[in-house]
């Protein structure tokens, strides 16, 4: 059974740093590029950053480029997402996502991380 699970998020000040991490299980970690989305209150879900499979390509949303790092260590099954810098508008429900192929390619989802950036 595909799982993926955020670390806890928290209470950031403005110009303040956090890292989320999400753990992977019941797939082969290594071979699938993970991805980060948020959500905001009354917003839609919004891609964040991708990571390759082998970790040597990433990709973002314009509004987080030289602020958030994607990263992921393969041997712990574990993606990461380095938040600096952070802005109110960063507050949101953060998730991790990952696209597997078991019968057919299906999305899977960790259950969320609230992420807020207020002073």
């Known amino acids: 059974q595909v799982q993926l699970a955020e670390s806890a998020g928290g209470l950031v000040q403005p110009g303040g740093s956090l890292k989320l991490s999400c753990a992977g299980s019941?797939?082969?970690?290594?071979?699938?590029?993970l991805s980060w989305y948020r959500q905001a209150p009354g917003k839609e879900r919004e891609f964040i950053a991708t990571i390759s499979a082998n970790g040597s390509g990433t990709s973002y949303t314009d509004s987080v480029k030289g602020r958030f790092t994607i990263s992921r260590d393969n041997a712990k099954n574990t993606a990461y997402l380095q938040m600096n810098s952070l802005k109110v508008e960063d507050t949101a429900v953060y998730y991790c996502?990952?696209?597997?192929?078991?019968?057919?390619?299906?999305?899977?989802w960790g259950q969320g991380t609230q992420v807020t950036v207020s002073s």
């Open positions: 019941g797939f082969v970690f290594g071979i699938y590029p």
């Open positions: 996502n990952v696209r597997v192929f078991t019968s057919s390619w299906r999305d899977y």
